[in-house]
């Protein structure tokens, strides 16, 4: 089977530019959760999806985004990008959620100068 | 609301030493506990997890770790370290129908020969 694969793998952009990331999950997965790790921080939970649905999310401002699609692809947007938002953003899938195991794909490396 | 606890951020020890990677967690309900570790420039991947049962778990790569419902920890041990096991290791937990796991700040683990 194939692993949760993310793309793309490095992105460098500019202050107040935004970007979109995007998340396959492992074929029959349907529940992605986004993470932002940095640093001193660990991993941050940004949001949960499962079939479409936000089921939910962490404590980022609006301008973190998300969404799936019905085959169960994720992607997640940031608008207006600051030098903060500068970090590893994983995304991880499951069947379900909440207690199995989940799957890390490599991390998007995002640059913000 | 949940929380994960890693006292230690740095943990050096020599080659076929032990080691115990320590983790508190504070959750008002029955909680799941999972340790992943994460090798350089990789995403996570999974060494055990606590849903419920004995309270002794036994992961991958010769590591184990004990749930402890009234110190509410869930230490992570291996008897004989590799120089192989140099990565970062996070403690995460999560609860029934909250869809989010919660990750500890990382401990890096640095075998020395």
């Known amino acids: 089977k194939a692993g949760v694969t993310q793309t793309p793998r490095y992105l460098i952009k500019t202050r107040g530019q935004q970007v979109t990331l995007s998340c396959s999950p492992i074929s029959g997965h349907r529940s992605v959760s986004w993470y932002q790790q940095t640093p001193g921080q660990g991993l941050q939970f940004l949001f949960e999806y499962f079939s479409e649905t936000q089921r939910n999310k962490g404590n980022f401002p609006g301008r973190f985004s998300g969404r799936q699609f019905s085959n169960s692809r994720s992607e997640m947007n940031v608008s207006t990008l600051e030098l903060g938002d500068s970090a590893l953003y994983l995304c991880?899938?499951?069947?379900?959620?909440?207690?199995?195991?989940?799957?890390f794909g490599p991390g998007t490396r995002l640059t913000v100068t | 609301a949940q929380s994960v606890t890693q006292l230690d951020s740095q943990v050096p020890v020599f080659e076929e030493a032990p080691v115990e990677l320590r983790c508190n967690y504070s959750?008002?309900?029955?909680?799941?506990l999972f340790w992943y570790v994460q090798y350089p420039n990789q995403g996570l991947q999974l060494l055990l997890k606590y849903l419920s049962g004995s309270t002794l778990v036994k992961g991958i790569n010769g590591f184990e770790a004990e749930f402890n419902k009234s110190q509410t920890s869930f230490h992570l041990r291996k008897p004989s370290v590799h120089i192989s096991d140099t990565a970062e290791y996070f403690c995460?937990?999560?609860?029934?129908?909250?869809?989010?796991?919660?990750f500890g700040t990382g401990t890096r683990l640095k075998v020395l020969a």
């Open positions: 995460a937990v999560s609860t029934s129908g909250t869809y989010k796991y919660i």
């Open positions: 991880a899938s499951s069947l379900e959620g909440s207690y199995e195991e989940q799957y």
């Open positions: 959750s008002s309900v029955s909680v799941y």
